[in-house]
């Protein structure tokens, strides 16, 4: 499977306790997105990563919310001090970034679901 | 503030039947506009439109944006059972992505 990938699928934690979540881009892909997407709503923009470069972060990412793309290939989310309100689908996305118009086109990973008790 | 509304929020409709949904968008550094349909997972990649006037078709959907009016349209016909899933629009502005809440679409047998 060459599509993007995120690990775990599920996962479920106490108030509190921090949470790491991982992407992996396809392959040949230099933008990766994260985003968030509660019950009912579109997903919600997180931050973005050009490379291993982090480009933007939504203000809607506290300081308890920290991305990484230490090599421009995979990415991980980490939450500190989760809180109910994180439970949500984190969504990872990547493209590739050019001049044609069907680049950027971004696909989409399965999703991280996170449940905080 | 970029924002990106969708309409209806939901639509049920019979087999065979045409749905048009709606995209309308106040966004600063436009780029692209993008159609998504998602079940129950990710969203999957439809279109993505960047010029005016020109409509995208595959099979039985098609799509195509006004930017001077700021809105698209995403066009199924025949529709079938399998077309149930929520369709979401999304707008590229330089490095950000805005998302609509998506229209629900369900398609009665």
């Known amino acids: 499977d060459t599509g993007v990938s995120q690990d775990p699928r599920h996962k479920i934690t106490k108030r509190g306790q921090n949470v790491t979540f991982r992407c992996d881009p396809i392959?040949?892909?230099?933008?990766l997105y994260w985003y968030r997407q509660t019950l009912g709503q579109g997903p919600e923009f997180l931050t973005y990563?050009?490379?291993?470069?982090?480009?933007?972060k939504s203000r809607l990412l506290s300081d308890r919310f920290s991305a990484e793309r230490p090599k421009g290939s995979f990415s991980t989310l980490e939450i500190q001090r989760t809180e109910q309100g994180d439970s949500a689908m984190y969504l990872c996305?990547?493209?590739?970034?050019?001049?044609?118009?069907?680049?950027?086109?971004?696909?989409f990973g399965p999703g991280t679901r996170l449940t905080v008790l | 503030e970029d924002k990106v509304v969708q309409s209806p929020l939901s639509l049920v409709v019979h087999e065979g039947d045409t749905v048009t949904l709606n995209c309308s968008y106040e966004?600063?550094?436009?780029?692209?506009l993008l159609w998504y349909k998602q079940e129950k997972k990710a969203p999957t990649f439809l279109f993505m439109l960047?010029?005016?006037?020109i409509e995208k078709k595959s099979g039985r959907l098609s799509s195509i944006l006004d930017k001077k009016e700021l809105f698209s349209i995403l066009n199924i016909t025949a529709t079938q059972t399998g077309d149930s899933a929520i369709y979401l629009c999304?707008?590229?502005?330089?490095?950000?992505?805005?998302f609509g809440t998506g229209t629900s679409l369900t398609v009665i047998p």
């Open positions: 996305a990547s493209s590739w970034s050019g001049a044609l118009e069907m680049e950027d086109t971004q696909y």
């Open positions: 392959s040949e892909h230099n933008r």
């Open positions: 990563f050009q490379n291993e470069a982090q480009l933007e």
């Open positions: 966004v600063t550094n436009f780029r692209s």
């Open positions: 960047t010029s005016s006037g």
């Open positions: 999304a707008v590229e502005t330089g490095n950000q992505f805005y």
